[in-house]
């Protein structure tokens, strides 16, 4: 099983990025999967989930309305928009699937 995230970078104060997750060794389109973040000092921490089908998601309170996860079985990848991104969004990002995880990708939020 493998997991490569991408698309992290320095971003202003209401800016966008989007992530992105490139899954294989697995039978992508069976599991769900999720994005987590860790920021420095913290805990990481579940921020979306996709169900297998991608017709059901979920958020953490602190991304909802801010964050979407989507997901493409043909290319196996996962992806996460984020806009209206605030300091306190940096972190490492990471995807996780399988019980596996990616190696992350840095965020970060400054003006």
């Known amino acids: 099983v493998q997991l490569v995230e991408s698309g992290g970078g320095l971003v202003q104060p209401g800016g966008s990025l989007r992530l992105s997750c490139a899954a294989s060794?697995?039978?992508?389109?069976?599991?769900?999967m999720n994005w987590y973040r860790q920021a420095p000092g913290k805990e990481r921490e579940l921020i979306a989930h996709?169900?297998?089908?991608?017709?059901?998601?979920d958020y953490a309170d602190s991304v909802k309305g801010r964050f979407t996860i989507s997901r493409d079985n043909g290319k196996n990848m996962v992806y996460l928009q984020m806009n209206s991104l605030k300091l306190e969004d940096t972190a490492v990002y990471y995807c996780?699937?399988?019980?596996?995880w990616g190696q992350g990708t840095q965020v970060t939020v400054s003006s």
């Open positions: 060794g697995f039978t992508f389109s069976r599991y769900g």
């Open positions: 996780m699937g399988v019980a596996a």
């Open positions: 996709i169900s297998s089908t991608g017709r059901s998601t």
